[in-house]
């Protein structure tokens, strides 16, 4: 069975730090580009990072760059997002997602409909 499952959010004071999780099952994780979304209630779902599948560039969104990083493990067939110095509006649902489409890096990034595969998503709560 084809499946992403995010792993990792919970409840955090500002200023600190998660790892959020994304492991693969029933498909290889290398051959795909991976971002990471966060969506919150009445919002439209944003694009945080992604990586690419081919040579492990990554891109940010400018609210997390410098904050933020996104790695790939192949052993493990999972993608992290570290999350440093985290803010209040960090508060979200997080999911990440897998896609095979031929396109820029800067494009799969923000296209949700280019995306295959959805996990269910974890909440980050920063709050103090």
């Known amino acids: 069975q084809v499946q992403l499952v995010e792993s990792g959010g919970g409840l955090v004071q500002p200023g600190g730090s998660l790892r959020l999780s994304c492991a693969a099952s029933?498909?290889?994780?290398?051959?795909?580009?991976i971002g990471w979304f966060r969506q919150t209630p009445g919002k439209e779902r944003e694009g945080v990072s992604c990586?690419?599948?081919?040579?492990?560039?990554?891109l940010y969104a400018d609210s997390v760059k410098g904050r933020f990083t996104i790695s790939r493990d192949v052993a493990s067939n999972t993608v992290y997002l570290q999350m440093n110095s985290l803010k209040p509006e960090d508060t979200a649902v997080y999911y990440c997602a897998a896609s095979t489409a031929p396109l820029p890096l800067v494009v799969i990034c923000t296209t949700l409909d280019e995306y295959d595969y959805w996990g269910q998503g974890t909440q980050v709560t920063v709050s103090s």
């Open positions: 029933g498909f290889t994780l290398d051959y795909y580009a």
């Open positions: 990586i690419s599948s081919s040579d492990g560039s990554t």
